[in-house]
């Protein structure tokens, strides 16, 4: 399929021995592609094409956002895959937090060789989430939970509101994506910072029961949630090289296969 890149927030050809590898990189809910865009540059500067999409009503506002449904959001997600892998051999997917939920979506209804995702997000931190479909309809918003970074002075640049109506197709999300997880086929890797403030243990939990090989699990002890902006930022960026490299090599890593 032919697609256009306008949609992309950032977008590389390969180069050098990786070059017939691709990795799409989503960001998270209310987060901006700022938040990955450093993880992303690293991963093209080693050679691998990239593509990082800007997700359907992000970028905007808020209540834009609020007017979006999770197949919206995933379509995007989508859209990037298949402009990639007309472009490439293997797609690996890479996201931080709703990023890593959706990257495993993909990773369980198409080929991919590897999926790398930090502080992937299954369940909500908090207990009132569960009715957040009634409180849509009473309030619009509440605040933040962006920039949830140990490392001072660093904003991911997300919105200053937390959509309510969108926050229930999150859940809606989350609910339509765990069944699919025994299809995830290929090896995962799992940055998970000690400190969090926005996902909670549970989602690791969920994920890993969930899927049919044990995930590779990274702890993150000095960062936050958006721990590819903070201190750990080196070792995702380093290991995540190592990993995909391993995902794509003959034989795949010594503990699983390399994909469909």
């Known amino acids: 399929m032919q697609a256009t890149t306008d949609f992309l927030a950032f977008s590389r050809a390969g180069s050098g021995a990786r070059a017939s590898t691709g990795v799409v990189v989503s960001h998270g809910f209310t987060g901006s592609p700022t938040s990955v865009l450093p993880w992303a540059r690293h991963l ?8 990082v999409p800007l997700l359907e009503g992000h970028g ?7 007017r979006t449904s999770w197949q919206q959001w995933y379509g995007s997600l989508v859209t990037a895959y298949h402009d990639l892998a007309d472009q490439v051999e293997h797609v690996a997917v890479a996201g931080l937090s709703m990023g ?3 990257a495993l979506r993909l990773a369980a209804q198409y080929p991919v060789a590897g999926a790398t995702l930090v502080n992937p997000a299954m369940t909500f931190a908090s207990p009132a989430a569960r009715w957040v479909g ?4 009473v309030r619009r918003s509440l605040p933040a939970i962006g920039s949830d970074i140990k490392a001072p002075g660093v904003d991911e640049e997300a919105y200053p509101r ?5 926050t229930h197709e999150l859940a809606r999300l989350f609910a339509a994506t765990l069944p699919l997880l025994p299809a995830v086929a290929c090896p995962v890797q ?3 910072s000690t400190e969090d403030a926005v996902v909670p243990d549970s989602s690791l939990t969920a994920i890993t029961d969930g899927l049919p090989m044990p995930p590779e699990v990274v702890p993150l002890a000095n960062s936050y949630h958006v721990a590819t902006l903070d201190n750990d930022a080196p070792r995702i960026l380093d290991a ?5 490299d391993a995902c794509v090599r003959p034989g795949g890593r010594p503990d699983g296969p390399t994909g469909r």
């Open 44 to 51: 093209a500067d080693a050679g691998f094409a990239v593509r």
């Open 60 to 66: 905007t506002s808020w209540q834009q956002l609020n």
């Open 100 to 102: 890593g939920t959706l």
């Open 134 to 137: 009634a409180l849509k309809y």
């Open 162 to 166: 937390t959509p309510l109506a969108a």
């Open 190 to 192: 799992i940055f998970r």
């Open 240 to 244: 995540s090289v190592r990993f995909l």
